[in-house]
């Protein structure tokens, strides 16, 4: 008997390679996140594993009963000659029907937003997205959170010479 060639050990962590959106961290109060699959293109699949994707500014649409990712821009693939994907194209989020007629609901209340958090791949190697019902921060939000972080790291700061 031969020997057998075995599989590379060295796999891509799929949990590793993400497009993320640290915006909408800051600038939205995220009440409610769900996971959705992504339509692409093989040259956009292979650039957002090169890390060629940006989030910023982007949101999703429910526009007939399909929700949409708006705004998305995946850079054009180096290695693609002339088949090339276009980059602000809107994309098809892989929903439920039931999941999307939740959304449509909490979105027809005043002041909800769906916005994208992160693009990444799961342990089977598909594309998802994660996408946040969301509510605008105000200014005075924003710096109220701020605020905590810094009296935070203070508090730790000084605890820590008593750990010691």
């Known amino acids: 008997m031969g020997l057998m060639a075995q599989k590379s050990s060295k796999k891509l962590l799929s949990a590793d390679i993400q497009v993320s959106n640290k915006k909408a961290y800051r600038n939205f109060e995220l009440v409610e996140r769900v996971q959705a699959g992504i339509a692409l293109l093989g040259t956009e699949v292979k650039s957002l594993r090169n890390r060629g994707g940006d989030l910023d500014g982007s949101y999703a649409r429910i526009i007939r009963g399909e929700c949409w990712l708006v705004g998305c821009k995946i850079a054009p693939y180096a290695q693609a000659a002339g088949n090339n994907h276009e980059p602000m194209r809107d994309r098809k989020l892989l ?36 996408i946040a019902l969301a509510r605008g921060k105000r200014q005075y939000d924003k710096r109220q959170q701020i605020q905590k972080a810094e009296q935070k790291r203070d508090l730790d700061r000084r605890m820590k ?3 010691r």
């Open 161 to 163: 010479h008593y750990r």
């Open 95 to 130: 929903l439920h029907k039931s999941q999307i007629a939740k959304i449509t609901v909490k979105l027809e209340q005043r002041g909800f937003t769906l916005v994208p958090l992160r693009i990444y791949f799961n342990d089977r190697g598909l594309a998802k997205v994660e």
